[in-house]
């Protein structure tokens, strides 16, 4: 088989992973779907949440100069235009005379756009035309141009707008930053790939302020700590890559930015992006509203427009990256097993409880007190169905690091059967150090 089938399969597998066990569903479903709207279920959820935990938990948390914001999704449209973004936010877009399907320029093939030809019909193409992204939405009952506003197209606005009341309030020196977890909406024009590229999604973004002298260091400090972001998802170096973006694809307030790819079975694709954005954001800003937006050094009494470090994470794409990186299979036939090897942190459930048997009382009533025990602290899993062999399929499938197993020899000795998943190896371990096992496993 090929490698561009191998890959597509297992786009395929994903996606149908996804819908039968509780990930991910076609939005709408019951009315025939949208497209490309997708719902987290039950265990997406819990997945996408892991990741945004652990996120907060890295980057706001665990540091002392990075502080969180949760901006409005509506701001005031006064924003987006001082931002550039009325202007500048925008994709080429090519319609086919034809069949009136559209297309962003830069993701069509080259020979098609020297042919001006489409893609779909064949029909010819017209010039590119400049789209911009931006929802637009109105504010009160009037459709009219007073009440005009837009849906934001990413977060960091409203960390530029709130940040001389985040400097107020937290009293923060230079260097710090402003964290925010939060949807945005894009307009796109060819969105697909699952839930790769949509048009509602959610960002992890951080505007670092520095001062202008520092912004090389402080770049690369990022571009590592971004790459220690992903070995936590599991990503494996050999399919990330840096691509250095030139100036004249750089967005507006950009002097340089990193794109870190990741080898999708789609092609290798944007996961990440990494921009110094200078002053250009708090300048332009203050001079738009007014309003005093520099830093002041308190040793030099020095006031200046601080520059801005922009490390940008999608959490949807993290997803994503997370699920494809983690799937596995071994064996053939009704011997095969699909497993996905997530690290426990991002796993929908930490460890799943069966008694061995449902039909027995007795092993029904200990193996209960132990889910209880342990659902305390950990969200785990309960599971009774069928014979023991096909739960640990069924939790291998969803990425549940590890089956205890209460069985007869727990009823004389207080021990359990603790299976791995990646190695489906057993072994016997005290109720009593559960906790601890656990506790050592999800947060060392």
Partial sequence: MAKKEIQNELMEKIVSLCKRRGFIFPGSEIYGGMANSWDYGPLGVEIKNNVKSLWWNRFVHRRDDIVGLDAALIMNPKVWEASGHLKNFSDPLVECAKCHHRFREDMLESELLKKAECPDCGGKLGKPKQFNLMFKTFIGPAEEQANVAYFRPETAQGMFVDFKNVLDTTRKNLP?????IGKAFRNEITPGNFIFRTREFEQMEI??????????????????????????????????????????KRAHYSKRTIDFE??????????????????????????????NLKYKDAETNEEFFPHVIEPTWGV??????????????????????VYLKLPIRLAPYKAAVFPLLKNKPELVKKAREVYLSLRKKYFIDWDERGNIGKRYYAQDEIG?????????ETLENDTVTLRDRDTAKQKRIPIAELDAFFHHEIYS
């Fill in 176 to 180: 710090f930053g402003i964290a925010q």
């Fill in 207 to 248: 505007e670092y302020f520095i001062r202008e002298n520092e912004w090389e260091k402080q770049f690369e400090l990022w571009r590592k700590e971004m790459h220690e972001w992903m070995k936590l998802l599991g990503l494996e170096a050999k399919h990330i890559h840096e691509l250095e973006v030139s100036e004249d």
């Fill in 262 to 291: 990741y080898d999708f079975p789609f092609g290798t694709s944007e996961l990440y992006g990494l921009a110094y954005r200078t002053d250009f954001d708090l300048s332009s800003h203050a001079a738009a509203s007014g309003a």
């Fill in 316 to 337: 949807d794409r993290s997803v994503l990256a997370a699920l494809l990186a983690a799937y596995k299979e071994e064996g053939e036939g009704d011997a095969k097993r």
């Fill in 400 to 408: 549940t690091p590890y089956c205890i197993t209460v069985d007869f």
